[in-house]
């Protein structure tokens, strides 16, 4: 029962992110121009603006010639998700977590590819360090933060199995 309930995990937050990245996405096509800057939140306008572009790179705009490479990296990488998710253990939570939040962010930004031919982007941070960023959407933001938990994860996996290791004698 965990273990279902922890695979659930995965899908239930690939499907919110997809659901919040999808709507924001449609909420700026309807309602932006596009390459134009607007201030909706005018207390943040020195640190966030939203700024409409369009990207057919990957990630805050970067390598826009190898979109149609970057579509098939994100089918593969969803693939993968999906097969290593099977080969967790019933504990792992919170490599689950930081997988929903990649593949959610895969799958919106390939969505994007196949209906837009390229990918809305639209949160324009400018403070340090992020000033002069690349503008972003919510799917590149989750794919981030997905990594870096994964990272995080890893890290203290690892220490902690180092520790449990018997030591030799």
Do not use: C
């Not at 695979?7 to 990245?21: N, S």
């Not at 369009?54 to 089918?75: E, H, K, R, S, Y």
């Not at 919510?138 to 994860?153: H, R, T």
């Amino acid at each position: 029962m965990k273990l279902i309930r922890n695979r659930l995990l995965l899908g239930g937050i690939a499907a919110a992110v997809l659901i919040a990245d999808q709507l924001s996405k449609l909420w700026v096509v309807n309602h932006l121009t596009l390459y134009t800057s607007i201030d909706y939140i005018p207390w943040l306008r020195p640190i966030l603006l939203f700024t409409y572009v369009t990207n057919t790179g990957v990630a805050f705009g970067m390598f826009p010639q190898l979109g149609d490479l970057f579509a098939v990296l994100n089918i593969l990488i969803v693939v993968g998700i999906f097969i290593f998710e099977h080969s967790l253990s019933s504990d792992d939570l919170w490599t689950r977590l930081s997988l929903g939040l990649i593949t959610g962010g895969a799958i919106g930004n390939l969505i994007d590819r196949f209906v837009r031919g390229s990918v809305v982007d639209f949160l324009d941070f400018n403070f340090w360090p992020l000033y002069n960023w690349g503008i972003f959407n919510l799917a590149d933001a989750s794919i981030v933060m997905g990594v870096i938990l994964l990272l995080i994860v890893s890290f203290f996996l690892e220490r902690t199995e180092m520790a449990e290791a018997p030591a030799d004698a």
